[in-house]
T-cell receptor, first 116, second 113 residues
Framework: GENVEQHPSTLSVQEGDSAVIKCTYSDSASNYFPWYKQELGKRPQLIID?????GEKKDQRIAVTLNKTAKHFSLHITETQPEDSAVYFC???????????????FGKGTKLSVIP | DSGVTQTPKHLITATGQRVTLRCSPR?????VYWYQQSLDQGLQFLIQYYNGEERAKGNILERFSAQQFPDLHSELNLSSLELGDSALYFCASESSSFDYGYTFGSGTRLTVV
């Protein structure tokens, strides 16, 4: 089965700086890579995702890059703000046509602290 | 509100007891996934149901079971509870239009004492 490694486990940055979280996956068949943000005591929420036919995707201050050859993908947050403080989870799966056809394997999470 | 409803929000019970966690997916979603999140741990996949049928099993203990009913709500049954079962239990539903992405419920925090 799929195995996802996520680093670092904790990350502290000054407000306004950039933050980068990296993940590696083991199953070369994986083709869908979402990122979730979980604030303390709340549910994980999808913030961005990327599919294996794309190398990079951006959404305002958030970007994700994917290197299929090396089997790793990264989350980049620019101009960090205190409200970015949360735990971030990467995930991977082989998703194919037909709903209900995939199970996400999550990394263990990165606790990001943005210091004002 | 994500549209995925989980009840109860909190549950405190004693070792050896049995509890049932309930999840109602978003309207129109056919898939329900259950995940366990222990303290400082990631999200461990337990089991998936699709339109009433079990689709996949993950790291689910034999003491745990689940089902999905005709109205698509799902229940996760945890029996012979141990202290180590204390965790947040999330369910997530997936759009049947195949646009990827899970929507998680707010979770049930189970404390076994």
């Amino acid at each position: 089965g799929e195995n996802v490694e996520q680093h670092p486990s904790t990350l502290s940055v000054q407000e306004g700086d950039s933050a980068v979280i990296k993940c590696t996956y083991s199953d070369s068949a994986s083709n869908y890579f979402p990122w979730y943000k979980q604030e303390l005591g709340k549910r994980p929420q999808l913030i961005i995702d990327i599919r294996s036919n794309v190398g990079e995707k951006k959404d305002q201050r958030i970007a994700v890059t994917l290197n299929k050859t090396a089997k790793h993908f990264s989350l980049h947050i620019t101009e960090t703000q205190p409200e970015d403080s949360a735990v971030y989870f990467c995930a991977a799966t082989e998703a194919y046509s037909g709903a209900g056809s995939y199970q996400l394997t999550f990394g263990k999470g990165t606790k990001l602290s943005v210091i004002p | 509100d994500s549209g995925v409803t989980q009840t109860p929000k909190h549950l405190i019970t004693a070792t050896g007891q049995r509890v049932t966690l309930r999840c109602s997916p978003r309207s129109g979603d056919l898939s329900v996934y259950w995940y366990q999140q222990s303290l400082d741990q990631g999200l461990q996949f337990l089991i998936q149901y699709y339109n009433g049928e079990e689709r996949a099993k993950g790291n689910i203990l034999e003491r745990f079971s689940a089902q999905q009913f005709p109205d698509l709500h799902s229940e996760l049954n945890l029996s012979s509870l141990e202290l180590g079962d204390s965790a947040l239990y999330f369910c997530a539903s997936e759009s049947s239009s195949f646009d990827y992405g899970y929507t998680f419920g707010s979770g049930t925090r189970l404390t076994v004492v």
